[in-house]
């Protein structure tokens, strides 16, 4: 029976079981592990990347704690969407990567999701040798001596390299010259990518939803709260509108009269 790790990670409200800093220490340890079994005496290093949330910054410094403890280096990426990570974790040639968001949900709640080295999820059967990790308290006894722990770095980089990269994702015979965007971020993961993705591709954007506080993610605006988007795309100028969710896995696209895709 699953105890831990749902359909998506782990979900919960931020500082009630399991999205308690204790527990998110405990993952941290139990990834660690598995990446040390499967790396054969070399150091590994896992990526953590989050969204906007207030919540996000006591789960980041609990899982880095967890994996250098078990003698693995963290690699931060700070806030980046979901799909970022994945494709840092690949780029940088990581052994595993993690995300710190609860998507579209409110700022309230975090949830903790694990890719492998691959930029895919980790397979529920992984996720199931962590929990027994965790609920056996085995890992007391692994923790490498004091001169082995990891160290975490912070990367400086991160959003720099995916923007590179969505825009290679974009045919080099077509530019967005010319081309009004409305383009709502949800004050979310996104918020410092997206914009830049576009406006280096030529088009003029109208931000909102940049405005990250911690506790405004999703808050009445994104993709589960297209309207305000859609209203600004009606006015005369706009081409088409864009809402992103909190981690930026989603979207909601609107066309020039205002109207939902």
């Given amino acids: 029976m699953r105890r831990l790790f749902g359909t998506d990670g782990i979900r919960g ?3 009630t079981y399991p999205m308690t800093t204790e527990i998110a220490m405990q993952v ?6 598995l990446v040390k079994d499967f790396k054969h005496g070399h150091r590994p290093r896992i990526i953590i990347g989050k969204d906007t949330r207030l919540s996000c910054y006591m789960l980041e410094h609990a899982l880095s704690a967890g994996i250098c403890s078990m003698g693995v280096d963290v690699l931060l990426s700070g ?15 990581a052994d595993a990567g993690v995300v ?3 998507s579209h ?3 309230q709640d975090n949830g903790i999701k694990i890719f492998s ?5 980790l397979p529920d059967e992984q996720e199931a040798d962590i929990e027994d990790l965790i609920f056996s308290q085995k890992m ?12 975490a770095y912070r990367i400086q980089d991160c959003r720099g390299r995916y923007i590179v990269f969505l825009k290679h994702t974009f045919p080099s015979n077509y530019t967005l010259d010319d081309f009004h965007i409305v383009l709502d971020c949800a004050n979310g993961a996104t918020y410092g990518v997206a914009p830049h993705v576009f406006e280096e591709l030529g088009a003029k954007v ?7 506080n911690g506790k405004n993610i999703n808050d009445e605006c994104g993709a589960l709260h297209p309207k305000r988007m859609a209203e600004i795309v009606k006015k005369p100028g706009a081409d088409i509108g864009i809402a992103l969710d909190g981690d930026g896995d989603r979207l909601i696209v609107s066309g020039e009269k205002g109207n939902i895709v």
Avoid at 79 to 93: E, W, Y
Avoid at 117 to 121: D, E, P, V
Avoid at 142 to 149: F, K, N, S
């Fill in 79 to 93: 806030p980046l969407p979901t799909p970022g990570i994945a494709f840092i974790t690949t780029s940088m040639r």
């Fill in 100 to 102: 710190i968001s609860a």
């Fill in 105 to 107: 949900n409110p700022f």
């Fill in 13 to 15: 409200v931020a500082n």
């Fill in 140 to 151: 007391a006894a692994l923790r490498p001596v004091a001169d082995e722990v990891g160290k």
């Fill in 28 to 33: 941290g340890r139990g990834i660690a592990f």
């Fill in 206 to 212: 109208t931000k909102i939803g940049v405005e990250p």
């Fill in 117 to 121: 080295k691959t930029g895919y999820k």
